[in-house]
């Protein structure tokens, strides 16, 4: 993160990101093209039989009194149960509508799906590495901010509310060539929604959680944007390493905040620049004044 993202250490304090503002612009965003294949199409229409005796009896029960009378509902069931071609005559008639209807439906249900995705949930993301030298170029601005390390067994990560949860709990990403071409709204699970990614962004090996947006401790405008914050306990904190070309002052206010009390298992640690072999390297920890 950049240098002014101390207010975490300061604040205790996670932002979880809506994916809107995010740098990737197809974050959750649902892949797929139709909202279902020929084969599920079929097994709906099949079922809608029972639909169609539902609505039969509704029917049944316009008929003359007379008639009623004359011919009883389970025997007027009975003769349209004993002549499936009826049936399967009406379903014929109504496919081509309910297939030119379900096609239609398809954008609004992409749109309907990213509108929720996009509005609803917020991300944390977190990544196995602290050495990347892109990482430290994107998000730490050019190696002058900092990177906090957690421990992943705390249970603040793992929080979830059953053994479905989709949320409050990390998760790795999946990297995979992404296409709707072909893909129903059927084919889609948790993983594909939420955890996976372009393989181009694979280099950030990450990691997430993610949770309800109005589930936000308290909701900042920073330059017209909303920013929500969660907050994080110290003791999932385990390390800070600040950026190679961090200022001192920068350095200097971590080492300070790092001396408070609920603070003491925290390491400080300091990245390095190997410029023969041009990498990043993450220096052994201290407490000392000297960071």
Known sequence: MTAA???????????????GALNDPFELTPMFEQVM?????GDT????????????????????????????????????QANPSL????????APTFRAVIAAF????????????????GILSLSESA????LWAHYADSHKGLAIEFDVQHEYFDRRRSDRDELYHLRQVKYAERSSMGRTLFDLDGDDLLVTKSLS???????RMLAPLDAAESCRKINGEAVYLFPVPALAITGVVLGARVADKVADEVAELLRLEHFRHTQLYRAELDMNRQVVAIKKPSRSGDV
């Open 106 to 121: 398809a954008p609004q249900a992409k749109a309907m799906l990213t509108e929720t995705l996009q509005s609803k949930i």
């Open 5 to 19: 993202r101390t207010d975490v250490l300061r604040d205790l304090s996670l932002r979880f990101t809506q994916p």
């Open 45 to 80: 229409l099949e079922q809608s039989k029972g639909l169609i005796e539902d609505a039969l009896r509704e029917q049944y029960k316009e008929l003359p009194a007379e008639l009623r009378s004359r011919v009883p509902l389970e025997n007027f069931i009975s003769i349209v």
């Open 201 to 207: 962004w694979s280099y950030e090996r990450e990691w």
């Open 87 to 94: 049936v399967d005559h009406a379903l014929s008639n109504i």
């Open 37 to 41: 294949s020929e084969e599920k199409f």
């Open 131 to 134: 050495d990347h030298p892109l």
